[in-house]
């Protein structure tokens, strides 16, 4: 699976919008963009994914690069319940598929 | 989404025990379960892959015959941590990844279960 480069951490005001990037320049054609996060002393949270379309949920967006080797992952109206560690993880849609974390974002939204 | 739960959610013990922690798919079937662990201040770490019915197969530098991994059904995997020691105490997530079209792609993680080894 291929691996992917995040800011250590970034800040961000209340109510505005989150953009947390992510680089991943050797993504096979096979393999799908994931995001998840954690909040501290939990277990971490699916938020989306997608392949090469951006991609829209209750979440956030997901925004894709054309040629794919870097996404960004969008939270519209922050709030503080967001802060967490972001992760981008990139892997396989089959059974071969294994989600291999790196160091993630620390995203710290402030009042 | 699907739920993903482990018992328990916090263990200690004593040096040389051994602990069993289960994880459980809620509302779905796994074919696949994932073992995870993760110490204070780091990202998690992939220990070991396991299909139902099959050996676990496990990542780099993990022991197997101290991690031992079971999957016996599609709705429950367990890590044993055998005659646990310090610095085995950790934070150990699973996750599990659904046998239906819908919720193939999405791999689903559990609260954790804290580990302190006295």
């Known amino acids: 699976d291929a691996k992917t480069t995040q800011p250590t951490s970034m800040d961000c005001a209340e109510g505005r919008a989150a953009n947390l990037p992510c680089n991943h320049s050797t993504i096979s054609g096979n393999e799908y963009v994931y995001w998840y996060r954690q909040i501290h002393s939990q277990g971490p949270q699916y938020i989306i994914h997608?392949?090469?379309n951006n991609e829209t949920n209750e979440m956030a967006s997901l925004i894709i690069t054309e040629d794919r080797k870097s996404s960004t992952l969008i939270l519209p109206h922050a709030t503080l319940r967001d802060t967490a560690v972001y992760y981008c993880i990139v892997r396989v849609n089959t059974n071969a598929g294994k989600s291999t974390f790196g160091d993630g974002t620390t995203l710290t939204v402030k009042p | 989404g699907a739920v993903v739960s482990q018992h328990p959610s916090r263990v200690i013990c004593k040096s040389g025990t051994s602990v069993k922690i289960e994880c459980r798919s809620l509302d779905f079937q796994a074919t696949t379960m994932f073992w995870y662990r993760q110490f204070p201040k780091q990202s998690l770490m992939l220990m070991a892959t396991s299909n139902e019915g099959s050996k676990a197969t496990y990542e780099q530098g993990v022991e197997k015959d101290k991690f031992l991994i079971n999957h016996a059904s599609l709705t429950l995997s367990t890590l044993t941590v055998t005659s646990a020691h310090p610095e085995d105490s950790s934070f150990y997530i699973c996750s599990a990844r659904g046998r239906l079209a819908h919720l193939y792609n999405e791999q689903f993680f559990g609260p954790g279960t804290r580990l302190t080894v006295l």
């Open positions: 997608g392949l090469k």
